[in-house]
């Protein structure tokens, strides 16, 4: 692009009070660019101004004035590259000149007294048109084959019910089922939960009607008896090998090598030649990820509904509840396959099961947590299932151990209906033990309701187990990524595929690959069938993303993708092992493939290339590098006592929110620091540390969101590995005689505005315990 | 932000609500690529979750994924907000809506800079309802830092008074207008997606359990309000009566719900919010004295569990089943008593505190308002969902009570069943 | 450490309780609310939630026999405030009620003081009776002045006052209603129960009275 840049000034919102504008439009004209001013830019007269601007050739605006985050509208004009300098919010609005007093005339000029405020808005500016000169406008990626189709993988009530909302909104969609036939667990009920208000009343299974709807309608086809051997290639270009369950076949994904393999008969850790020969053993006779099946299915998009299943219990694991001695304690799983075949009765000796104890929670030791994987779906199935017994016997009894009652929201109204049957009998309490008695059993329970321990003869006891995911077990899904065939760090969620994000529940680490159904959590039908919807939504969504070729969540609608220089790349792989959604695949030689829609473009892999050869149109190293270079470090031959340089590179997604917001507070902060905002400190590379310590800069720090456990990464590990990063760089500061403190990472969540003095002035008074660098001057 | 807009019937949809729901559904079918009005009757986008001081369990700011929210919006031209509006009427049938809105006057316009010069000027002073009236504002002012529109707003009490005529010389920007009047506009639109969300249940109605009597006893959403940094205390959680810390909080759960005298259902979200609240006052007071008196604790799925079993850790949290059913104010000192029965043990405790947290549910907002629109509602005010016939589809809170997570995906599902009417045409 | 109870649940005691009056007794969650709002509900016993769980529970023995049911005035506090519409206080009268039938002596008369049916009924007799006696006993008393009468002459009168015809030719004449399907049960009883015990009774009475 030809570029005609514009360096535009606003004069309101203090701005034109604080500042010497002219000094301001000198750094401009300095660099051989026209700087203009308005006293309010954003007005309907500034708009205009800047349209007639446009009009006139300029096609680059450099506009000094508020933050990017407001008039986000007015200053948007298409063809145009925009670049906002914020001398608004971070520059005069947090530097008021009550403590960051103006120059009078004798100091100017003195080599004592320097304008720490006009300084500040200076850099901004240089940084501003340093950028400028760096980015390009985007071009949409459109891949060259493109899929609507939709694969579902998972024939029961989620999957069914992904479908036929994907159909009705007019895509074509396969479901691929394991079993036989359709259906999934629900088919084996004998009734289930209510799915509408009033919530009162069992009803029939609603599978049953789903799979005539999904049978009969035009856009749905569908694959029994069928697994995913392999799902390669990304959104909107999914390549799908389908196999039968068991069938062992060319085109299976290869997995990675067990951890125990990387090792050999002593503990020694093998070197990569050894790790590969056994990763071609382990994998003998399937084709490396990075060849097509040529009869593989396309597919744009994949939605996850492989369910559950019952949780099998350890040997011993509920030896005091008698499970494993006793053939009549049972799961819940094993009493509904009992229940659907006839009456109840006991699988011992096949005799009338009247007395029935239904146990909520394991205990053992005060424990008052339901058994594993329960979520709130078993208090609500063993009310189905106490139903059962009183449908079956008249004078049958069913009893309840409780220590929560999980029936939430408005499946309130089945605890109210189920609770009026004379022959249900429930209360809190600590079931001890169950043992033998005669030809049935007795359950002794402490802590109850009653006041006292007690004991009841029962003829089946049923255990409250709760709802595995399917992928738990087994990858399902066979991704043919680099990084393995299965969702990452799942361990995290037990093993269900879920995301980390309250806001947004369907945004897991696979683009285009979207979980519904008790895979993703446990759940009754109700709200399974209603996830299946949405999972649907994001799948289409998806899709439409990538045919206009435009990122999905977070940057939804960013054109720009990741570029690659390969003709430097030295085939490290860091890029491939860190990105955190697989985007990136390598071949034999290691060389990375980049899967354009996989990505989120977060820049992750732009931050951990050494050789600095990634980069996206309008966010890359030159641009941030450029930026970094630009800002004036003066030094003991300008001042007799230089100020610090400090450089923060901040996250867009959460610090830089609350650094504007402290600025609308007035929350004053040092005017050493130059904030230089970033997709993700996943993406900063360290070339850019040490760019700014070599020009003399005397301190870096990173400011970002959360790590760990209840991350808060909108990228899942960007500041978790910048925090890697900045451990490793501890090395490179040393080698330079560089304190390893002068290099910081500060966490800060986007509602923490209040602490933003602090962490600022701290890491200044830090640095300037630590002294001026060194190289400054040279 | 505001435009006047007939759009053919064959591209748009209608959400009514502009809370997580709201925003959810409207982003989601953005950016599948339809036209998407959103209509919010407060000046602000956000809803209720604006007022959250965090979400359970990660503890997590609710602005965080507003702003990601924000961002999405200002990125999407097929999105057209609309705050401080309502809907008059919406007459028609599935794929064919004629909509009319009624736009309130801000009397403020696009020209503010949230430069808050009106704010100074003002004199003023009004309840504040974005804190439950804990505190007063000016009556020019920004519903909370992170607004979004960012904009002020001026309240209508003030209109026609000299103190009006002050916020319109302090502005140096012309962006106050005080001759702004409400207006109506209509819409085609082929789908409508109710996101009208919840309103916290007036504790005033509990008799038995003191609010509104006794100073110290507060609700869960005022405790909220509390906690925030941009609230009432600046995030500091204190006693009404005298502004001092707390020693000893209650938290009494179920306070208005699964009551037939109240509101029959439970509203899903109180105990993980109590237990939230709970880590709320152990950060600030690592010796105070919690109490939870529950009858049931509801922390559906594993990561809620997780959470709730990390509390239960704390060895100055208490809980007990046993729902607290009456309260006695010490007049001196102003602390109260609660009494409930431990049910396990069967003793009833009389447990005073410095603190009370009425862990009030959630009405869905149909409950108290008549809408404007041929909809299925129940006795306890949530909307019905009939999907065969389509056109018109209640998301979020409005439909059941939810966390945050259920809403999210429930709006995302109307997202689709909304493009399902226009596309089945 | 206290033994063990092995629960028996009953179902027809918990039919019975229904019957009498605590049909809402299964709502019942063990919120403990009426324990909380009972106004004489003591700290270390306190009730009526226990007492809910074990009708609930069928358990009979754990009710029949207690004594905190009968502590319970029936002010009625518990079923306005519980939350579930349970009626904590219906369902202590029902097994009160439940318990006297337990208890009396004549099965029958146990079960019809209980029944709202039969109860006006069972009142209504000695109610009469009194009401006979005070009629009596006043023209007697103001007559006495002028003449002797034997203070057996009292009771004999009162035994002896039978109903008949004309009460129920009264109670017919009332127009239609509630009230009247009531009152003509009642004067229907006490018209048998004064035909047949009293009159059938009366000749053993005078023989009595007179003989001595």
Redesign the interface.
Known sequence: MDKKIGVYICE???IGEALDVDALKAVATDDGVAAKTHP?L??KAGVEFLQKEIEEGTNTLVIAA?SR??N???FRFDGCIVDRVNIREQVVWSHPREEFPALTEEQKGDGVHFDRVQMLAEDYLRMGMAKAKKIDLPEPYKPETFSRKILVIGGGVSGMTAAL?AA???YEVTIVEKEERLGGHASHWRRQLPV???FADLIPPVVDEKIQAVEAHPKISIKTHTVVARLAGSPGDFTVTFKKPGEKIEFDVPYPLPEEMKVDENGKDLNAEQIHEKFMEYNEGRRDILTLDPSGEKYGAVILAAGWRGYQPKAEEFAHLGFGELPDVVTNEAFELIAKKGKITRPSDGKDAKSVVFVQSPGQEGN???FD?A??VTSLVSLKQAKYVREDYE?G?A?IF?Q??????????F??SI??????????GEVVQVSKNGDGM?V?AK???????????ADLVVLATGMVPATKDDPVVNMAYRQGPAFRDIDL??G?VDS???????ETQRTGIYAAGAVR??MTTE?AM?????A???A??CL??VN?GVS???R??DMTFPDFFFQRCTQCKRCTEECPFGALDDDAKGTPKPNPTRCRRCGTCMGACPERIIGFADYNIDSIGSMVKSIQVPSEDDYEEPPMRILALICE??AY?AID?AG??RLSYSAEVRFIPVRCLGSVNVIWIKDALSTGMDGVFLLG??HGD?Y?C?FVKGSELASIRMKKIGEALASLSLENERVAQYEI??????KIPQIVNDFVASIEEMGPNPFKGF | MTEEKTAPASGSILVVGGGISGLTTTLEAAEVGYEVFLVEKNPYLGGRVSQLNQYFPKLCPPTCGLEINFRRIKDNPNIHAFTLAEIEKIEGAPGNYSVTIRLQPRYVNENCTCCGACAEACETEIANGFNFGMNKTKAAYLPFEMAFPARYVLAPEIIGTEDAQRCKDACKYDAVDLDMESKSITLQVGAVVWATGWEPYDATKIDNLGFGQYENIITNMMMERMASPSGPTGGKILRPSDNGAPESVAFVQCAGSRDENHLPYCSYICCMASLKQATYVRERYPDAKIYIFYIDIRSPGQRYEKFYQKVKEDENIFLIKGKVAEVVEDPATKKVTVTAENAVTGEKMHQEADLVVLATGMQPTAASLKLPADLQVTEDGFLLNDFAKGGMFAAGCAAKPADVVTSNQSATGMALKAIQTLVRR | MTDTYTVEPDVGFINEVSRLGGGDLKKCFQCATCSVVCPISPDTKPFPRKEMIAASWGLKDRLVGNGDVWLCHNCGDCTTYCPRGAKPGDVLAAVRSYAISEYAPLKTLGKWVNEPAKLPLLLAIPVVLLARFISVGLLLTVLSRFREFSPRLFSIMTWGGLRGGISIALALSLPRGPERDIIIAITYGVVVFSILVQGLTVEKVVQRFFSR
């Open positions: 309101g919102c203090g309010i954003c007005g508020c985050r407001v986000y509208d007015i909302d009705y909104a007019g509408a208000q009033p008052d947590a339901d994987y979520g709130a004078d009894r009893f409780y929560h009652m999980r029936t939430p929201g408005l499946q309130e109204n605890y109210k609770q009026q049957d004379p022959g249900i009998f429930m209360t809190k007795v002794e802590d109850t309701l009653l006041g006292e321990n007690i004991n009841v003869k969620f037990n269900y980390n994000f309250i806001c947004f529940p369907y959590r446990s709200e209603e996830d299946a919807t949405g649907a939504l994001k289409i969504q439409e993303s206009r999905v969540h977070p939804s609608g997604n959460d929110p917001i609308l507070n969101c959360k209840d808060q909108h969540a986007i509602d923490e505005y209040d």
